[in-house]
């Protein structure tokens, strides 16, 4: 089981102080690269047990994205649909442009929200 470490304790504090509203969570898992960068963007920690780790991170309302294609896996399998960008964002309140901001693994098109957007509208499912 891993602890937190230094800088994993300054980036919550940190953050429960700017937001005294945020649920406080008992963790004894260190953060990963995506919650630190989350936490380091300012997004807030809540505790949920039906979340990624039994937390989300929350910033102007949007959930903070780990991982896109697991999270769109599971929504497609729960509501039996493919869920597209727009749904994640309107319907489930996921902060689908940060993703794909700060998670570039590809520069093709196909990879780009505002070229999926675009796309979207041009072609609607």
Not at 8 to 26: G, I
Not at 77 to 90: K, M, P, S
Request: glycine content about 4%; hydrophobic content about 35%.
């Amino acid at each position: 089981m891993a602890y937190l470490t230094k800088l994993d304790k300054l980036l919550a504090a940190a953050n429960a102080s700017q937001y005294p509203n945020a649920l406080a969570v008992q963790t004894h898992h260190a953060y990963d690269s995506s919650e630190k960068l989350a936490l380091s963007l300012g997004y807030v920690e809540y505790a949920d047990v039906k979340a990624y780790k039994g937390r989300y991170f929350l910033k102007d309302h949007k959930k903070w994205i780990h991982n896109i294609e697991a999270l769109r896996r599971r929504l497609n399998r729960e509501y039996g649909h493919y869920v597209t960008d727009d749904e994640l964002l309107y319907g489930f309140g996921y902060d689908v442009e940060a993703y794909y901001l700060y998670n570039k693994t590809d520069n093709s098109l196909e990879c780009n929200y505002q070229f999926n957007q675009m796309m979207n509208k041009i072609h609607p499912n």
